[in-house]
């Protein structure tokens, strides 16, 4: 659905970081794809002692791993971000190495599910529909104007618009790609090196924005634009404005059929397993997947910790927020995920010791 309050909840969201900051207990930030979801409408789902400053996934995922707030505009301990860029192998070494005796265990969890629309403006064209080997042409370069894209006499040249900094929006794009054409793009968080050869110089007429809220506009801006964004910034179900790829339209149902063959971790202490990815599901909208919660098992205050706890079991119930996830655009994570999340990380049935604070995991322990 799209949102008309975007961009001035962004806007809000940035100039309010500060302010709320200091008046929260629970700091965070990242992804700007869940931003709105998260912290600055009406119907946000994080509590109000939550910061949340929407900075992209790769300066969020940077912010939590190295405990840096100032890369949230604060000070303190950042005790959570989201992130709908997964957290890797060395990503997570690296976490263990330098914190996991001081800190604990970290934790990633599945937070909504949502797509990565292509929204355009093209002159003609009120229904169009690209196969993902088109999008591999048009967003590689190779293919330069739609007439080349499309097989006609068009000679109106394609206008990528892309996200210029380390974008977990980027990463799922780029992961389906890679799939589908893996010599003309490779799964990365940032642009430049997800396509091939990495770091080669773009198209003079393509251009690169900050974040979420600036993709729509800067596509409608110019004729034989196209771009990528999470639904919550564009009318993702009206194909007058977003294609649909392989003839599949970037609805919630569609994102939900296109997850459903995602398994339940079979290690459940593996972070890596609480964020599956599909990057070219057999069914429903190509290009979907989780934007992700990465948090601490242990935190020293226990203020803290009740406070992330008491949301996980909200979020995590059902129905959860499951009002507020529809109305910005998302998926909610299927009741059988919720399930498992609220028995190892809330309440600890599932015996495996994984609870927030977990007397016996995290005695003297925790992010400061």
């Known amino acids: 659905m799209f949102k008309r309050t975007l961009i001035a909840a962004s806007l809000t969201v940035a ?7 200091m008046a929260a207990n629970v700091t965070g930030g990242g992804a700007t794809l869940p931003a ?22 790769g300066t969020g995922k940077s912010a939590f791993l190295t405990n840096n707030s100032a890369l949230f505009n604060t000070t303190g ?112 968080s940032t642009f430049t090196n997800a396509r091939l050869p990495a770091g080669s110089a773009l ?4 251009v690169g924005v900050a974040d979420t809220a600036n993709v729509v506009p800067t596509v409608n801006l110019v004729d034989g634009s196209l771009g990528y964004v999470g639904p919550d910034g564009v009318a993702a179900a009206n194909n007058a404005v977003v294609a649909r790829v392989n003839g599949v339209q970037p609805t919630q149902a569609n994102v939900t059929a296109a997850l459903s063959t ?18 070219n599901p057999a069914s429903g909208y190509p290009i979907s997947a989780y934007t992700n919660l990465i948090l601490g098992q242990c935190y020293k205050d226990a203020t803290v910790a009740a406070d992330v706890k008491a949301f996980l079991t909200t979020h995590y119930s059902v129905p959860g927020n499951a009002a507020a996830t529809l109305a910005h655009g998302f998926s909610i994570v299927p009741t059988n995920w919720k399930n498992a999340i609220t028995a190892n990380f809330v309440s600890n049935t599932s015996g495996n010791k994984l609870d927030i604070n977990n007397a016996s995991v995290c005695n003297a322990i925790g992010r400061p």
């Not at 100039?15 to 900051?21: C, G, K, Y």
């Not at 007439?147 to 892309?162: C, E, H, M």
């Open 15 to 21: 100039a309010l970081a500060s302010a709320q900051a």
């Open 36 to 57: 709105a979801l998260y912290k600055g409408s009406a119907n946000s789902i994080l509590p109000a002692n939550f910061s949340y400053l929407g900075t992209g996934s």
């Open 77 to 188: 301990t950042v005790h959570f971000a989201g992130s709908d860029s997964v957290l890797s192998t060395a990503e997570l070494s690296t976490y263990t190495t330098n914190f996991g005796t001081a800190y604990g265990p970290l934790i990633q969890l599945p937070s909504v599910a949502t797509s990565v629309a292509v929204p355009y403006k093209k002159s003609g064209q009120t229904a169009l529909n690209l196969t993902s080997a088109q999008l591999c042409d048009a967003f590689s370069g190779t293919k330069t104007t739609w007439g080349q894209l499309l097989g006609t006499a068009d000679t109106t040249p394609i206008r990528i618009v892309y996200r210029s900094t380390s974008s977990g929006t980027t990463e799922i794009f780029s992961r389906h790609l890679a799939s589908i054409c893996p010599t003309k793009f490779a799964t990365n």
């Open 203 to 206: 198209p003079s007429n393509w």
């Open 262 to 279: 995602a398994a339940l971790p079979t290690d459940p202490t593996k972070p890596e397993q609480w964020a599956p990815v599909v990057a």
